[in-house]
């Protein structure tokens, strides 16, 4: 395994595969690696084959996290990473820098940025201004980069997916998009880096996201249900847990984030919700 830090040179790598006709999956990551990234990693690999190149990119955005955010306080530990990296078998770790990344940002001179402006007004989007605008860029760089044939994304972060998915057909990026389920923890939290973060109690209370979830799933098993009663009823759920605070909870159809006034089977739900100074998001298809 290779790491691999100036974007040139893993441009350039890349650049060599592809003229070989090598393909390349890629899985973009911010670090703090767990099964989750490395249930991704296989996905790739299996996407591209054994005789196919597997890229994994280890870097924190900055122009993804607000002002307020946890940028710098970021769980991170590349030496870990990149031996998990080694042993899933990986071949090439990507871990540029921000002055790289983005030349000359700190003297004014990097001003370019890509935006979605549909998909990305909502949840997230509402909740985190920039966010959006820094993932987008970001991964519109990283693609330019590494050039890869497949791109793995997490379905934890569904509106994220489906955002990236918008720009490589609005963009024409020649990259095919893979949404790969969440992996939970036993308890039923989704895996995040930020899990980290859960110390104590805090940790059994954080399984209100899936067990709002499961309220939804059983109210609207056999019947619809409105979305603001639903929405309602989560609020109660979630407010009888004493570090939990609702950021939103949504109902959106899962291809076009449209939001539903009526909540069915095949509507999505969405959801963010600060356990301590700690904030989780989750959702499913319903």
């Not at 690999?45 to 970021?74: C, H, M, W």
């Not at 076009?256 to 509507?267: D, E, K, N, S, Y």
Request: glycine fraction near 6%; aromatic fraction near 6%.
């Amino acid at each position: 395994m290779r790491i691999v830090k100036p974007p040139s040179a893993m441009q350039r790598i890349a650049g060599q595969w592809r003229r070989s006709s090598v393909r390349i999956g890629f899985v973009p990551t911010m670090g703090y690696l767990h099964e989750g990234h490395l249930s991704l990693v296989r996905e790739a690999r299996r996407r591209v084959g054994r005789s196919g190149k597997v890229v994994v990119s280890i870097y924190v955005n900055p122009t993804q996290f607000g002002p307020a955010e946890d940028l710098s306080r970021y769980p991170r530990d590349l030496a870990r990473d990149c031996k998990l990296c080694r042993e899933a078998g990986v071949d090439v770790v990507f871990v540029p820098t921000d002055a790289q990344m983005y030349p000359g940002k700190e003297a004014g001179r990097y001003s370019t940025y890509v935006v979605e402006e549909t998909l990305s007004q909502q949840m997230e989007g509402a909740s985190r201004p920039v966010h959006f605008r820094g993932v987008t860029t970001i991964v519109a760089k990283l693609f330019n980069i590494v050039l890869p044939d497949v791109a793995v994304f997490g379905a934890k972060d569904w509106q994220q997916a489906a955002i990236i998915k918008r720009m490589v057909a609005n963009l024409n990026f020649p990259v095919k998009i893979i949404v790969a389920p969440t992996v939970r923890e036993s308890d039923g939290v989704a895996m995040s880096s930020r899990n980290k973060y859960l110390i104590g109690d805090l940790r059994p209370q954080a399984t209100v996201l899936g067990r709002a979830i499961k309220l939804v799933q059983q109210n609207v098993a056999r019947k619809t249900v409105s979305a603001a009663k639903l929405r309602e009823q989560v609020r109660q759920l979630i407010h009888k847990v004493p570090a939990a605070r609702l950021d939103y909870v949504e109902f959106f159809d899962p291809d076009t984030l449209i939001p539903a006034r009526t909540v069915g089977r095949g509507i999505h739900i969405a959801l963010a919700v600060f356990v301590g100074k700690t904030r989780l998001i989750d959702n499913a298809r319903l």
